[in-house]
């Protein structure tokens, strides 16, 4: 399953690039091609993010990659003034 979300991952990257350059790139008079390839561009970039989380939260999941350092609550409270 992991593999098929990497290849997703890249198939979608890659058309967040293509449609983002021919989105950037087109001619002002035509804005059909503006706004489609903008809204392509969008939902690749959407579509890759979701899947390299998926990646970083599997392979933290497996032991394949070391967990994110997260900071851990404190207990005490701090009274007065901080800086």
Partial sequence: MQKLIA??????????WSFGYLALSAQVENTAQMVTAAILAAMGGGAGMLAYLWLVRHTEATGYAKPANRATKRDD??????L
């Fill in 7 to 16: 290849i997703v991952n890249v198939i979608a990257w890659a058309g967040f």
């Fill in 77 to 82: 409270d701090i009274h007065g003034e901080v």
